[in-house]
């Protein structure tokens, strides 16, 4: 005579909880009954070993099954929980207001759904289910993380046009975690000025490590690299250490110094490297000059940069991610043109970090880096025809936004 439990088991597979119950208070019976059979092979013997002893056969296939439920109580509270939080996420992308606070809240929600969906254990009756789920949930945080970014960058944008920017303006911001947000922050300006010095200070660190080279290496100045310059140190011809031609190009934006180090390295050394590190439109072709001294073997095509690479760039220096990290933070931080970053940030709650300025008759631009509430974040902003006033206007507004706005 077959029991109830292995009766049952016989003519159904478990796949819910509540048969699972039954199963339990099946066996439960069996073992409350005075005396009972061996019980014929069941599906739940699957689980547990066959021992000669029925009544020990029998409290292994209930702990067995209470396992079970166990599993598949925890199993549904996390769908439950998924399911109720990607709810509260449609609610909330429903709702009329589309600013970044609201678009944060549904990207919370629809990440949080996905943590508790991958809470399910994979040996649930429900992990099929969780894995459609997964896949709708992450499709919906993709298309939430897309509108929280869209978000910002209008906010970028109106920013922009509140301070007076042009339409060519480049943004881009950056966390030291690297969340980030831009606009035109892909777009090469007509002129990268200045700021390309960043990039060959970055390539020169690169030599002086890799190749054990001391920064007190004396290298002779021609004549050749001379052109208007607001550096008072740096005259030709004449010999100076590494570290002073660095310092200068970035502190004081020597002309002449910057070019002196591109003869250094070499254009091909200086873009193979920034090749290297993954950045596609950053190039050093043309040496600087002034209003009206060329210098001589100049280069030939333009320099390149864009405002995300020349903040990325910025990250793994404040981030400690690029050679010789630590002497460019404290370069960047002597920098001698204030008037833009330092001067914008003044009477804001950010505190200035650092900055390289560019300016020429093109365009007006400066990468800075600044801590809000101890919480580092790095700026770039460059623009085409506008002035110190409109690009402090739009970095004073960035920062009091973010200082009113963390999770920015």
């Known amino acids: 005579m077959l029991t109830i439990a292995s009766s049952f088991s016989q003519s159904s597979n478990p796949r819910s909880l509540d048969e699972l119950y039954k199963i339990r208070d099946g066996l439960i019976a069996e073992l409350e009954q005075p005396s009972s059979p061996s019980p014929e092979p069941t599906l739940l013997s699957r689980l547990v070993p066959l021992t000669a002893n029925p009544q020990e056969q029998l409290l292994q296939q209930l702990q067995a099954v209470e396992a079970q439920i166990l599993v598949e109580q925890r199993a549904n509270d996390d769908l439950?929980?998924?399911?109720?939080?990607?709810?509260?996420?449609?609610?909330?992308?429903?709702?009329?207001?589309?600013?970044?606070?609201?678009?944060?809240?549904?990207?919370?929600?629809?990440?949080?759904?996905?943590?508790?969906?991958?809470?399910?254990?994979?040996?649930?009756?429900?992990?099929?289910?969780?894995?459609?789920?997964?896949?709708?949930?992450?499709?919906?945080?993709?298309?939430?993380?897309?509108?929280?970014?869209?978000?910002?960058?209008?906010?970028?944008?109106?920013?922009?046009?509140?301070?007076?920017?042009?339409?060519?303006?480049?943004?881009?911001?950056?966390?030291?975690?690297?969340?980030?947000?831009?606009?035109?922050?892909?777009?090469?300006?007509?002129?990268?000025?200045?700021?390309?010095?960043?990039?060959?200070?970055?390539?020169?660190?690169?030599?002086?490590?890799?190749?054990?080279?001391?920064?007190?290496?004396?290298?002779?100045?021609?004549?050749?690299?001379?052109?208007?310059?607001?550096?008072?140190?740096?005259?030709?011809?004449?010999?100076?250490?590494?570290?002073?031609?660095?310092?200068?190009?970035?502190?004081?934006?020597?002309?002449?110094?910057?070019?002196?180090?591109?003869?250094?390295?070499?254009?091909?050394?200086?873009?193979?490297?920034?090749?290297?590190?993954?950045?596609?439109?950053?190039?050093?072709?043309?040496k600087l000059m002034g209003e009206k001294i060329m210098p001589a073997n100049p280069g030939s095509g333009p320099n390149r940069l864009t405002a995300n690479e020349l903040t990325e760039m910025m990250v793994q220096i404040y981030n400690g991610e690029t050679p010789g990290a630590k002497l460019l933070i404290e370069t960047l931080n002597r920098q001698y043109d204030r008037a833009l970053g330092f001067a914008a940030l003044q009477g804001t709650k950010a505190q200035w970090l650092g900055e390289k300025t560019g300016q020429n008759s093109l365009v007006l631009g400066t990468t800075l880096a600044m801590s809000i509430d101890g919480e580092a974040y790095v700026m770039t902003v460059i623009d085409t025809g506008s002035g110190d006033l409109q690009m402090r206007q739009s970095i004073s507004k960035i920062a009091d936004y973010i200082s009113n706005n963390p999770s920015f």
């Open 80 to 286: 439950q929980q998924a399911v109720r939080l990607a709810n509260r996420a449609l609610e909330t992308k429903g709702q009329q207001n589309k600013s970044i606070a609201s678009s944060q809240q549904t990207q919370f929600l629809w990440h949080q759904a996905l943590n508790n969906l991958q809470e399910v254990p994979q040996n649930s009756f429900l992990a099929s289910l969780t894995a459609s789920k997964t896949q709708e949930y992450r499709e919906n945080l993709t298309a939430a993380t897309f509108q929280v970014q869209q978000a910002k960058s209008d906010f970028l944008a109106e920013v922009a046009r509140e301070s007076g920017l042009s339409a060519q303006a480049s943004i881009g911001i950056c966390h030291l975690s690297r969340e980030c947000v831009n606009i035109r922050g892909d777009v090469p300006p007509v002129s990268p000025a200045s700021l390309i010095k960043l990039p060959i200070a970055v390539a020169l660190m690169q030599k002086v490590e890799k190749e054990k080279i001391s920064l007190n290496k004396e290298v002779f100045v021609n004549s050749g690299n001379f052109t208007e310059d607001s550096s008072t140190q740096i005259l030709s011809p004449k010999n100076y250490p590494l570290q002073l031609l660095l310092e200068e190009m970035i502190d004081r934006s020597s002309n002449t110094a910057t070019n002196q180090l591109i003869d250094y390295l070499g254009s091909d050394y200086i873009n193979q490297f920034l090749e290297n590190r993954g950045y596609q439109v950053t190039r050093v072709n043309f």
